[in-house]
């Protein structure tokens, strides 16, 4: 599973009704970076389908709802994981060699 080899932070939004990432996947990866301390968001929004937060119908009030919950989500995770840029590149530098190998965990 490609998602063990994560160490940075990483938000994951998951779709009630996707066939690419179904929510079961994307259970398995929010427990694999628990499992592996990297710091994360996970959140699948009900009643939508795969690429609703940039696809969705304006008719349709649970497309809207939770395509705007879903950005503004990302505007609050994005904030608060970067809010400290320093703090970012602190954690990598400190959990990857000069090889680029991960020699580490990088919590925040």
Known sequence: ??????????????????????????????????ANEVYHFVKIYPGVGHGWAIRYNDDNPTEV???????????????????????LENCYYSHVNSRGKSVGKCSL
């Not at 938000?11 to 398995?28: C, M, N, Q, T």
Request: charged content about 30%.
């Open 65 to 87: 709802k939770s395509a705007k919950e879903a950005q503004q989500d990302l505007v609050d995770w994005f904030g608060k994981t970067f809010k400290d840029l320093t703090l």
């Open 1 to 34: 599973m490609m998602i063990l080899g994560v160490k940075v932070p990483i938000a994951i939004l998951g779709a009630e009704f996707d066939e690419f990432s179904p929510p079961e996947l994307v259970k398995e990866f929010e427990a694999a970076l628990v």
